[in-house]
């Protein structure tokens, strides 16, 4: 019982950032877990339920548990001693800005017959709110440093059904990322030396910048992934923009 009380428990779902990254975490480390893809297993989803859990990833051992939004607070947890070096507040701030533009950029090219499809056949969510969701992350970042929003899983993973169009969408982004732009320049120190309350714990504002800045990435890097194919053309983000943040190796699961 002692063994089975100290099992990891990896509940996760593709297409998440940090689910792809913890799992490969785990797994690049040696670490033995049992992984429960919650839109598969149906026990797993119904335990959560009860739980009353709302987000994902989450790693449990026993009944002791851990949100997935901070790889330093999951590597602690599981034991494994992670010595991250994360880049500088500006150049977070520089690789997010870019990575929105570009993200604009992929929405304009995607057809609109595509966003209205699933992003890719695993995870039950359109093109049409992919796109958005990338822009939903700075939407609730402002939310948390401005205003004290402790859970942005509303904010981060609402289905915002008034943006139905490929044009409402794009409104809606170019509007965050104007917001996202005045928040730099307004905040020279972007948050240097804060601790902001989340609903994952207190954490470092530069800490949560990165999250962030690769969060956005790594939806953008799916996005372009998706263009790439439908379009037949190159990538249109420099993969340069992704050394430094812990983007997974996976591009869905």
């Known amino acids: 019982m002692e063994q089975q009380a100290h099992t990891i428990r990896y509940f996760w779902q593709p297409g998440c950032t940090a689910c792809v990254k913890i799992k490969e975490m785990l797994t690049d480390n040696g670490i033995p877990f049992e992984s429960i893809n919650?839109?598969?297993?149906?026990?797993?989803?119904?335990?959560?339920?009860?739980?009353?859990i709302?987000?994902?990833?989450?790693?449990f051992k026993g009944e002791d548990m851990v949100f997935g939004q901070s790889l330093d607070d999951v590597a602690?947890?599981?034991g494994l001693d992670r010595k991250a070096v994360r880049?500088?507040?500006p150049v977070l701030a520089e690789?997010?800005?870019?990575?929105l533009d570009r993200a604009l950029e992929i929405i304009e090219r995607l057809?609109?017959?595509r966003l209205a499809e699933r992003a890719f056949p695993e995870r039950p969510r359109l093109l049409l709110e992919l796109s958005y969701h990338v822009f939903q992350i700075p939407e609730a970042f402002i939310k948390v440093m401005d205003e004290g929003l402790e859970d942005t899983r509303p904010v981060v993973n609402g289905v915002y059904d008034h943006l139905r169009s490929k044009a409402e969408v794009l409104d809606y982004a170019y509007a965050?990322?104007?917001?996202?732009?005045a928040w730099f320049e307004a905040n020279p120190t972007l948050g240097e030396g804060r601790i902001v309350k989340t609903y994952w714990g207190m954490q470092p504002a530069t800490q949560l910048l990165e999250r962030?800045?690769?969060?956005?990435?790594?939806?953008?890097?799916?996005?372009?992934?998706?263009?790439?194919?439908?379009?037949?053309?190159?990538?249109?983000?420099?993969?340069?923009?992704?050394?430094?943040?812990p983007i997974p190796k996976g591009m869905w699961d």
């Open 38 to 52: 919650v839109l598969e297993d149906q026990a797993g989803f119904e335990e959560l339920q009860r739980r009353g």
């Open 54 to 59: 709302k987000a994902l990833p989450l790693v």
């Open 76 to 78: 602690k947890f599981v």
């Open 87 to 89: 880049l500088p507040s």
């Open 95 to 99: 690789k997010w800005s870019y990575v």
């Open 111 to 113: 057809p609109v017959s």
């Open 176 to 181: 965050v990322r104007a917001d996202l732009a």
């Open 212 to 245: 962030f800045t690769w969060h956005s990435a790594q939806h953008t890097r799916q996005l372009d992934f998706v263009l790439s194919e439908v379009a037949g053309s190159p990538n249109l983000v420099d993969q340069a923009v992704y050394e430094g943040l």
